[in-house]
């Protein structure tokens, strides 16, 4: 943590320190006198306390999101708008034609979190493209670096629930929405490219295999007996309801799967493997 003083001044939005993915830098605090910087020093301690027991550590400057993360209401957003994320990116499939990311906060409560959830969606896109290190501290300026472009906004009505997110990704011509709530602590998927499941789906810890393919129960079956056969643990399966004549499919397995763009079972058109 840096206190922003430089002969007086603070230092330059544009300083590499600022930018650092370590360094949590707070404004400056106007120390010009022998009894003023021992009240920085202290200051600066009760940031470092604050920061330990989980509290929120007013004026950030590098990390404006990073307060929020400490409020304990928000964690199961940021962990949805993380999972979120990370199944975007596996849709999309790639960061060569840069990104341009959407996340709109739809109902009750979130009208002034889409800044802070928009930062945690690409936490999570960027984690499924291999960015493990990214954090609240320093997405900004990995995104920035990767060619992802985030922006944020609220609309006061949710179709699941009193409220909801739906982050939508963008590559070159690709493009996919994905829209998920919580219910306490627990993480749902509701829909992807206006599919709906239903019943909604937990998306709890581990591995999972998102597909596309045509929109058939016996397109289910194979993909599941396919599956087991190929020895790809199956712990549960789900489709969403039928949509421009796809679906999307979504297998819970045991162990990692290595899943190429090209699927090797004949009905899905591509698949995707997600850690969440």
């Not at 341009?100 to 969606?121: D, H, N, P, R, Y």
């Amino acid at each position: 943590m840096v206190t922003q003083s430089t002969g007086g001044r603070s230092l330059p939005r544009t300083t590499k320190l600022i930018q650092h993915p370590k360094v949590v830098c707070t404004p400056h605090l106007g120390a010009n006198t022998k009894e003023a910087q021992l009240r920085v020093a202290q200051e600066i301690a009760e940031q470092f306390v604050a920061l330990s027991k989980g509290q929120s550590v007013p004026g950030v400057v590098n990390a404006p999101s990073l307060s929020q993360t400490q409020v304990p209401e928000n964690k199961p957003w940021a962990d949805l708008c993380i999972a979120l994320g990370k199944i975007a990116a596996g849709l999309v499939g790639s960061l060569a034609s840069g990104l341009q990311v959407e996340l709109t906060t739809k109902g009750v409560g979130l009208e002034k979190k889409g800044q802070f959830l928009s930062s945690a969606a690409c936490i999570g896109l960027l984690n499924q493209f291999g960015q493990s290190h990214a954090n609240f501290i320093n997405v900004t300026v990995l995104s920035s670096d990767s060619g992802v472009k985030a922006s944020y906004k609220h609309v006061p009505q949710a179709a699941y629930g009193e409220a909801e997110v739906a982050l939508s990704v963008k590559s070159g011509s690709v493009g996919h929405t994905v829209v998920g709530t919580v219910s306490g602590p627990s993480l749902l998927l509701c829909s992807l490219d206006d599919a709906a499941f239903q019943p909604v789906q937990l998306l709890s810890p581990g591995g999972m295999l998102v597909a596309v393919g045509e929109n058939s129960p016996n397109t289910f079956a194979e993909v599941i007996g396919s599956l087991v056969k190929s020895g790809v643990s199956v712990l549960s399966a789900s489709r969403t309801t039928g949509h421009e004549g796809k679906a999307f499919y979504l297998f819970k397995t045991g162990s990692p799967v290595k899943a190429q763009t090209q699927p090797p079972i004949a009905p899905l058109k591509f698949w995707t493997y997600i850690n969440i």
